[in-house]
């Protein structure tokens, strides 16, 4: 007897082999855990609708090239579009989600690819609605807007305390027609990813796994007269190869006293120190580092590169001389580092705070 196999569920994958497949209900349980806690707040009337806005495409200065584009933070989390340029809305009440799109003129499919209908992204990104709009006026978002009669708008406007930079609330011609509110969402959805459901964490673990994959490819090449780019180069390579066609940050691939320079690897200094014998070799993956110190010769370096997969990073350090073998002096630091390192480690439990 033959049995019908289910559906398989929508999923985000890299494609390959290697590349982690992530289902798309995480972005449901994200905008559900969303709107349980909006639900508690006295502050927030039925019929309150989210909307946010999602990252814009630009092109590079003046010229007619546009930088790969990565969707910005927190309207991935909600919604986990990949394309620029389009709005997200959630319906509190019910957990209903709404995302708008540019209508694409017919010469896009010359240049990008096939024009798809509404429903290919209903499908796609595992929402309820879908609609264009054409971005000359947005009349689209209005008209669908009005016709949920949301008491208010819940717009993104939060200061981002690391960066000290705020995030921009979502702006359409016509919004100035609702009610809205730019206080209450930011504190809400900011504390929520920071608690990651089980999907996120499989997801990290995910990028944990390309990162140790790019940390064994830049040990086994590494050799003395590399120059830091060649290392930089390395992770790339290995980090693109398994799916993630974004960095986190500016690699920093830092040799000798250029390891003084936290940012070190910006325009004015591409990482193109040679790497002398004797350096030691402490690599941070995807948030990725490595530090080259040489006790005997007063030399340190340090390498950080960073790289995503679906948006989602980690952070892994680890130490190896450039030789191949530790000095005694590079040794003894290596384990006092190490032992701290698993005390750490064995120590950690819920509750305690950051300092302790």
């Known amino acids: 007897m033959f049995y019908k196999s289910p559906p398989p569920k929508p999923s985000y994958s890299a494609g390959g082999y290697s590349a982690h497949r992530v289902p798309l209900e995480l972005h449901d349980i994200n905008r559900r855990r969303l709107c349980d806690r909006l639900k508690q707040r006295q502050d927030v009337p039925e019929g309150a609708v989210v909307f946010l806005e999602g990252g814009k495409s630009q092109p590079r200065h003046s010229g007619d090239t546009e930088d790969l584009f990565?969707?910005?933070?927190?309207?991935?989390?909600?919604f986990g579009v990949l394309e620029p340029d389009s709005y997200g809305a959630i319906e509190v009440d019910t957990g209903r989600s709404i995302?708008?799109?540019?209508?694409?003129?017919?010469?896009?499919?010359?240049?990008?690819?096939?024009?798809?209908?509404?429903?290919?992204?209903?499908?796609?990104?595992?929402?309820?609605?879908v609609h264009f709009?054409?971005?000359?006026?947005?009349?689209?978002?209005?008209?669908?807007?009005?016709?949920?009669?949301?008491?208010?708008?819940?717009?993104?406007?939060?200061?981002?305390?690391?960066?000290?930079?705020?995030?921009?609330?979502?702006?359409?011609?016509?919004?100035?027609?609702?009610?809205?509110?730019?206080?209450?969402?930011?504190?809400?959805?900011?504390?929520?990813?920071?608690?990651?459901?089980?999907?996120?964490?499989?997801v990290i673990r995910a990028a944990c796994a390309i990162a140790g994959e790019a940390h064994k490819a830049v040990m086994r090449m590494a050799r003395p007269g590399n120059y830091?780019?060649?290392?930089?180069?390395?992770?790339?390579?290995?980090?693109?190869h398994h799916g993630c066609r974004h960095l986190a940050y500016t690699p920093i691939v830092a040799s000798g006293p250029n390891s003084a320079v936290l940012h070190y690897g910006h325009a004015g200094a591409p990482n193109d120190r040679q790497i002398d014998d004797g350096d030691l070799v402490s690599v941070v993956l995807l948030l990725f580092m490595c530090t080259f110190v040489d006790i005997g010769h007063v030399l340190d370096s340090l390498c950080d590169m960073g790289g995503e997969y679906y948006c989602y990073a980690s952070d892994i350090t680890c130490t190896f001389p450039i030789s191949g073998k530790f000095?005694?002096?590079?040794?003894?630091?290596?384990?006092?580092?190490?032992?701290?390192?698993?005390?750490?480690?064995?120590r950690t439990r819920i509750g305690l705070f950051l300092l302790q």
């Open 70 to 78: 990565r969707q910005e933070s927190y309207y991935h989390w909600a």
């Open 228 to 240: 830091e780019y060649h290392l930089e180069s390395v992770f790339r390579g290995t980090v693109s």
């Open 327 to 346: 000095t005694p002096e590079q040794r003894v630091i290596f384990d006092a580092v190490s032992d701290a390192n698993l005390q750490l480690r064995t």
């Open 99 to 129: 995302v708008f799109l540019p209508e694409l003129h017919e010469s896009y499919e010359i240049w990008m690819g096939k024009i798809q209908p509404p429903e290919h992204y209903v499908e796609k990104y595992v929402v309820d609605e």
């Open 133 to 202: 709009y054409k971005e000359e006026d947005d009349a689209k978002i209005v008209e669908v807007l009005k016709s949920k009669n949301p008491s208010v708008l819940l717009r993104l406007k939060g200061m981002n305390t690391d960066s000290k930079k705020t995030s921009k609330p979502a702006q359409f011609k016509g919004i100035d027609q609702f009610n809205l509110n730019d206080t209450t969402l930011h504190p809400e959805i900011t504390e929520l990813r920071v608690y990651k459901s089980e999907r996120e964490i499989d």
